[in-house]
């Protein structure tokens, strides 16, 4: 008997199909999912998510390494910023950026009508005193003779106190700003203390003007200390027990890896900076031997003693809301989700002072996953679901 090729054909497919039916393996029984039963998430034993939950042991907190962040700036209590107090000029530059100077060195030199005019009450103001008291010389050998009446006498008097006053004020002035009895119209910018000069900020034939000073604007000269910086610190509410005045903390800086320097609080602000929310701290540190500059960026760090409360990781912490949490394991495969107190948030590790004891196991690995977890159960089982957290940065 014959058969057909479109018979045969589909005859060897049914062979095929059956052969492949009878050699696929079984199949495998589905992994249990775990259950919530008050508020807490139960695994069955050997559940595979098991293994993906890293745990961590509460700890009594003791110590706490605290990091602010700083800036370091020019000792204001040794330096200096010159500015002009006439206009003019600049005639020539004794002065430039890192040159030692002591008091008294001329930094520049100006030439300044005002200053000129000056120069010039001041020498008028000395001729008049010289004319009122030769008239008062004059008026009492009248007065002693009989010439002139007291009132003559008495006012010459007057006349000469007030151009002695007139001269010593317009003196006074002049030499104030290093000028002489000459009227020359230059002025000198000297160095009111002894230092480094670290800014200039003038060329040669610039115009320089009084209304150019001020908050804002750049000084002619700034000199300074390098030796001695001032650190500023960024200090939160929460730590201002812990930095009072005479506090030392450790300065590191990026760009000097592996070198500390220590800094000595010498004030702390009054009031909270309203944009960044901090209170500012100012440090000295000692730069014998000029390696920090100023307006580095440096890290400020200090030991904060702990009396109570225990510390966990800070990815063991979740914020829901205005409330954090962690997820306790408890024996036989069971997480509770529970809300703490946070005393102190640091990058690596946080302190809870309620809500947690020590020696107990929070997940600090993998906690959202398990959040997930808990809100399908709680899904499934027709529960209120928990929401799903943010770890808080």
């Not at 050699?23 to 775990?34: E, L």
């Not at 000029?290 to 760090?301: G, H, I, V």
């Not at 959040?371 to 943010?390: C, D, F, G, S, V």
């Amino acid at each position: 008997m014959k058969y057909s090729p479109l018979f045969s054909r589909l005859m060897l497919a049914c062979l095929v199909t059956l052969s492949a039916c009878h050699d696929a393996p079984p199949r495998m029984a589905a992994t249990p999912q775990p259950i919530v039963q008050n508020n807490q998430l139960r695994f069955p034993s050997e559940h595979p998510q098991l293994a993906l939950l890293g745990t961590a042991t509460a700890a009594q907190a003791k110590n706490l390494t605290i990091d602010l962040p700083a800036r370091l700036i020019w000792n204001e209590e040794r330096t200096q910023r010159i500015y002009p107090a006439f206009s003019g000029r600049v005639a020539t530059i004794h002065a430039d950026v890192g040159r030692p100077v002591h008091t008294g060195n001329v930094l520049a030199e100006l030439a300044s009508p005002e200053f000129g005019a000056a120069q010039a009450d001041a020498a008028r103001a000395l001729a008049d005193l010289q004319w009122m008291q030769k008239n008062l010389g004059r008026q009492t050998e009248l007065f002693e003779a009989g010439i002139v009446a007291r009132k003559d006498l008495e006012q010459a008097q007057a006349d000469a106190a007030r151009a002695k006053a007139e001269a010593e004020r317009a003196q006074a002035r002049v030499r104030l700003y290093g000028g002489g009895a000459d009227v020359n119209q230059q002025l000198a910018l000297r160095a009111g203390i002894p230092g480094v000069v670290v800014e200039r900020n003038l060329n040669p034939s610039q115009e320089v003007r009084p209304d150019q000073s001020g908050p804002g604007m750049p000084a002619l000269f700034v000199i300074t200390d390098p030796s001695v910086l001032w650190a500023q610190i960024d200090a939160r509410e929460v730590d201002l027990p812990s930095v009072q005045p005479g506090t030392r903390v450790s300065l590191s800086i990026p760009s000097l890896p592996g070198q500390q320097f220590e800094a000595t609080i010498t004030a702390v602000a009054d009031f909270i900076d309203p944009m960044t929310r901090t209170i500012k701290l100012r440090a000295s540190v000692n730069n014998a031997h000029r390696l920090l500059k100023s307006e580095m960026l440096a890290t400020a760090r200090f030991e904060r003693k702990l009396s109570a409360g225990v510390m966990v990781p800070a990815t063991a912490v979740f914020l829901r809301g205005t409330q954090h949490y962690v997820f306790v394991k408890l024996p036989g495969g069971i997480f509770e989700p529970r809300e703490v107190k946070v005393w102190h948030e640091g990058p690596k590790e946080v302190v809870i002072g309620e809500g947690l004891k020590e020696g107990e196991e929070v997940v600090s690995e993998n906690g959202l996953l398990l959040a997930r977890e808990l809100r399908n159960a709680q899904e499934e089982a027709h529960q209120k679901p928990l929401a799903i957290p943010q770890v808080k940065p």
